[in-house]
């Protein structure tokens, strides 16, 4: 087998676990029976159900909603329920708003500490740049706030609040976004940060999308990582702003994590990669998966079990898994490291009450891309 062939034969396991069916919950009742219904044609009818669920829990019952998400039984389930919550936001009518988000990650360094402003002053230089390039529609109403938000700020705004929006943004742009609290970003050393830049797009139904979601970031990427470093830049700091692609407000907010996440390895194995091999020692990378929803990865030194670091992947409900482990093994080959194990069961959290975290010395790893 090849080394290509072999990249991916490993598979880490998924740790997470999920509560038994519900089925006197409406929502996940629901949803079980649209997932599981055989015949096509009472499909429509069973999303329908699911939607009518969904949007007592946005209209009347927060709880329903949460409750429904905390004891989905399976991540598809979980999917499932979170794609109908971002339609039932979605407003109606002739005429509404739609709120949306670009996560931005923020890679600082500086000696000493150092404050950044939490606002954009460049603001509608950054709208014009995003329609110049068509990701926003020319004759479109769209708002941008110049407060940039962080992300637990970002996290609290929930469905109920969304769907609120669509209704009273038409009439008061901007309004909404009053009450968010711009975020400084607080330097010490070298950081990664996640802000988003959040605004909304007025929506007629006679009018092409205002916005055009999701997709890979095209060549708009680097003029707007220019306009946010001459944004936020101080003497003294070293910053490097990477966006992402605008997306709904429920689905940027994964886009943001998985992101800082992903940034965050990236620096912990280049670093790691660069101090073995200072060492003249051959750098191995193991992957595990862990209990309490964890992926941990290790690269450590193959003639030294001293020389080692770990780095913790929290999975969030909507991460797979296996891209993460494809990607981590894309960066991984791209830094030249020929032996990655693979652990195929979930492993302890702790040995000898220590963070368990595998390292080239545990000979039960799996190793991926050997001949």
Not at 144 to 173: C, H, M, Y
Not at 269 to 275: D, F, G, L, V
Request: glycine share 8%.
């Amino acid at each position: 087998m090849s080394h290509l062939d072999d990249l991916y034969a490993m598979h880490l396991p998924d740790p997470r676990l999920y509560p038994r069916v519900d089925p006197k919950h409406p929502i996940i009742r629901t949803a079980m029976a649209l997932l599981t219904e055989a015949d096509a044609a009472r499909q429509p009818e069973r999303r329908l159900a699911l939607l009518t669920e969904i949007n007592r829990g946005i209209e009347d019952d927060a709880a329903l909603l949460e409750t429904a998400l905390a004891n989905a039984p399976s991540q598809q389930v979980y999917e499932l329920i979170n794609q109908s919550i971002e339609t039932g936001v979605r407003g109606s009518g002739n005429r509404w708003a739609l709120p949306f988000a670009i996560p931005v990650i923020l890679v600082a360094g500086v000696k000493g500490k150092a404050s950044l402003l939490g606002t954009l002053g460049n603001i509608e230089a950054i709208k014009d740049l995003l329609t110049s390039h068509g990701v926003f529609n020319r004759d479109a109403r769209i708002y941008l706030s110049p407060k940039l938000i962080a992300g637990k700020v970002f996290d609290e705004v929930g469905p109920q609040a969304l769907r609120r929006w669509t209704r009273e943004l038409i009439n008061d742009p901007g309004a909404a976004f009053v009450h968010q609290p711009a975020a400084p970003i607080e330097v010490g050393g070298d950081g990664v940060f996640l802000r988003y830049i959040v605004g909304f797009a007025e929506v007629i139904d006679t009018c092409p999308n205002p916005v055009h979601f999701g997709g890979p970031v095209g060549a708009w990427g680097m003029p707007l990582t220019k306009l946010l470093g001459d944004a936020l830049k101080k003497d003294g700091v070293t910053l490097f702003a990477i966006p992402r692609q605008p997306n709904s407000w429920l689905a940027a907010r994964h886009v943001g994590h998985f992101a800082r996440h992903e940034l965050h390895f990236q620096f912990f194995a280049s670093n790691i990669i660069r101090k073995i091999r200072q060492s003249a020692e051959t750098p191995v990378a193991v992957m595990s998966a862990h209990p309490q929803n964890e992926l941990r990865f290790t690269l450590s030194a193959a003639g030294n079990s001293e020389l080692w670091e770990g780095f913790v992947w929290p999975l969030d409900p909507l991460d797979s898994v296996e891209l993460i482990q494809q990607n981590a093994s894309a960066l991984l080959r791209e830094c030249q490291i020929d032996d990655i194990r693979v652990l195929t069961e979930v492993q302890p959290a702790f040995k000898d009450d220590l963070p368990y975290f595998p390292t080239a010395h545990d000979t039960t790893a799996n190793r991926q891309g050997q001949p």
